[in-house]
């Protein structure tokens, strides 16, 4: 995603000076025989600049094999939200990193409105922390507005103001539904079903995949009737019963895939999101898998069901996985 995003807005002349993006292990050159890494305080990585995106996610041991493996002069910027998604393993770096980063020096400060060409607003500074003069904390966002139901609920959420989320939710804000515990499949029925069904009807792949990509159903934990298996089971047994997808198998047509193991071979890597169709219009035994291509401007890709490498269905993914897939 990050690839795509890069070759979107970078001109060509900057493009050529960027490597192409990559997991920490593999900028790192992490050997599966040994488990160890190639890019060490030995072996330094050769770049002038890295930069990490969703830094939140990076564990503590992770974060100290990048930083031993940077050359004493290169520059390290980590984005990401600290009040998001902690690392699966030990640690939650960025977090701590901004915890104490609660302003500017004064010296700072100054050089601040001087390359801002305009007073700024009072700093709250000195800061506590060593990094301090070196965290931006960013506090708009392009995707709502604060005033919005989503705004607010973010709010209430961040600040774990348990009844301030009920209020928000209660208010019958547009941009948010609240649904009580639906226990049957008649009440799903009515909400999330159609929207598989205009993406799924498109014959044309890259179209579906774009359908696809508008909406998600996000889930908290991996398990249970609310978890990615009974979403997934539940979604499959509405779009079966309405024939939007085909029937049940390995594979089947219409099936949505994610994939959580890289294949460099077929660059295919962990969160990219595939849609399953026959190989011909008769043929529902051989199956071929679709995603979008690396260079969005050619459309898709493709490779056999059996050349797939670790997958799962995907009609409904957790909220850890839907950061690598967005």
Not at 59 to 84: F, Y
Not at 221 to 245: D, Y
Request: proline share 5%.
């Amino acid at each position: 995603r990050l690839d795509e995003a890069l070759s979107e807005k970078l001109g060509p002349s900057a493009q050529s000076t960027v490597d192409r993006a990559a997991t920490l292990h593999r900028l790192l050159g992490y050997q599966y025989a040994s488990g160890r890494f190639r890019h060490d305080p030995d072996n330094p990585l050769p770049h002038d600049l890295v930069m990490v995106d969703e830094a939140s996610m990076v564990d503590l041991p992770m974060m100290s094999r990048l930083v031993g493996a940077l050359r004493k002069t290169a520059g390290l910027i980590l984005l990401g939200d600290k009040d998001q998604l902690a690392s699966v393993q030990a640690g939650s770096v960025l977090a701590d990193i901004c915890r104490e980063a609660d302003g500017y020096s004064s010296q700072f400060g100054r050089t601040l409105e001087l390359v801002a060409g305009k007073p700024l607003p009072p700093l709250p500074g000195p800061g506590k922390s060593a990094v301090g003069d070196c965290v931006v904390l960013l506090k708009r966002s392009f995707r709502f507005d604060a005033s919005s139901g989503i705004g607010k609920l973010a709010a209430a959420i961040q600040a774990s103001d348990f009844d301030r989320c009920k209020e928000v939710l209660s208010r019958g804000n547009p941009d948010l539904e609240w649904v009580d515990s639906p226990g049957e499949l008649s009440q799903l029925e009515a909400v999330v079903p159609e929207r598989f069904r205009a993406a799924l009807d498109e014959a044309d792949i890259e179209a579906a995949l774009r359908g696809l990509d508008s909406f998600r159903i996000l889930c908290a934990e991996k398990q249970g009737t609310f978890g990615v298996t009974g979403m997934n089971r539940a979604m499959q047994t509405l779009l079966r019963r309405q024939q939007v997808i085909g029937q049940e198998g390995e594979f089947y047509r219409n099936q949505l895939v994610l994939v959580n193991h890289n294949d460099y071979q077929q660059q295919l890597f962990n969160g990219e999101v595939g849609l399953v169709r026959g190989l011909g219009e008769e043929d529902e035994g051989s199956f071929a898998c679709h995603f979008p291509a690396l260079d969005p401007k050619e459309g898709t890709r493709w490779c056999l069901t059996s050349r797939l490498p670790g997958w799962e269905t995907a009609f409904a993914l957790t909220v850890h996985k839907s950061q690598g897939s967005e």
